[in-house]
């Protein structure tokens, strides 16, 4: 117990608040304390954590600072509370502070997500991010509100992974289009008209149970008409 209070203790000692300006646009965790720019300033280079500047220092302070959604003040100190990206707007006059804030792309109910599962095991509770182990959307996100999402089975969606799809390679000649797989078996698909976007779900759906010459004569069909 007492080597464990001590890893503890020197863990907690070791911590170092960070600058909000040196991590503006990137994610920030509850529970993180952000160093302000008269913070950082006060305390000097390497020093962030061990001395605090108070902001309601007269005139010695370089604006008013707000703290909008997703922090609180701590102090002399801005604290996360919810995860998200740090934003920053210089007020108009241009003499610093201004207003912080994390955006946190709040997700609604019915909203389609396209991201990744860090923890999917049976005994765990699952966890999923919109973000790569660099912090990047990379394209991942809220999928917006156009397109047809449909179900289909494992095993199509295997094929339609493979490197050398013949399907793909069919179906992206007939229209442009944005297509999203999943693999808990769900399609998102996206043409310029609601019409393509219904053609091109209904050819994706009956592809598993046709042969290449069936989809042949489907798909020179379609591009005849």
Sequence with gaps: MAEAAAVVAESLAGYRARAARAVLEQVVLPGEELLLPEQEDGEGP???GERPLRL?????????????PGLRRCGDRLLVTKCGRLRHKEPGSGSGGG???VDSQQKRVGDLIYGQFVVANKDME?????IDSCG???GMGVIGQDGLLFKVTLGLIRRLLAPDCEILQEVGKLYPLEIVFGMNGRIWVKAKTIQQTLILANILEACE??????RKQIFSRLAES
């Design 56 to 68: 309601n220092a007269g005139a010695r302070s370089r604006g008013r600072v707000v703290c909008g």
């Design 99 to 101: 207003v912080y804030w």
């Design 136 to 138: 990047r959307a990379c």
């Design 46 to 48: 390497g020093g962030a």
């Design 209 to 214: 149970h046709m042969t290449a010459d069936q």
């Design 126 to 130: 699952p966890e999923m991010v919109c």
